[in-house]
Nanobody
Framework: QVQLVESGGGLVQAGGSLRLSCAASGSMYSINVMGWYRQAPGMQRELVAI???????NYTDSAKDRFTISRDNAKNTVYLQMSSLKPEDTAVYYC???????????????WGQGTQVTVSS
């Protein structure tokens, strides 16, 4: 069983900062990609940022220059440092991992339960 557990969400004023963490646990052979997605009320889930095991990153345009994704491979943990937060960043943020449970397994997506981020104006 693989679990992704997020932490660090909350309520912050516009212009403030938050740091999200997501730790993956369980039986895993390798984690190829870890990332953060978000879903606002009435909207589809969207990519925020992803990072590969080698450290390559990709961001959605709205997150560039404000958010930083990082990863600790030894701890199977991914972080999202969010700065200059805006009310439109309000959403449930989900952690995602694309991983192989065993060396013979196919790659498969796993999701955390989500953490609420609310930015007040």
């Amino acid at each position: 069983q693989v679990q992704l557990v997020e932490s660090g969400g909350g309520l912050v004023q516009a212009g403030g900062s938050l740091r999200l963490s997501c730790a993956a646990s369980g039986s895993m052979y390798s984690i190829n990609v870890m990332g953060w997605y978000r879903q606002a009320p009435g909207m589809q889930r969207e990519l925020v940022a992803i990072i590969t095991s080698g450290g390559s990153t990709n961001y959605t345009d709205s997150a560039k220059d404000r958010f930083t994704i990082s990863r600790d491979n030894a701890k199977n943990t991914v972080y999202l440092q969010m700065s200059s937060l805006k009310p439109e960043d309000t959403a449930v943020y989900y952690c995602n991992a694309l991983l192989k449970r065993y060396f013979w397994s196919d790659l498969r997506d796993y999701w955390g339960q989500g953490t609420q981020v609310t930015v007040s104006s």
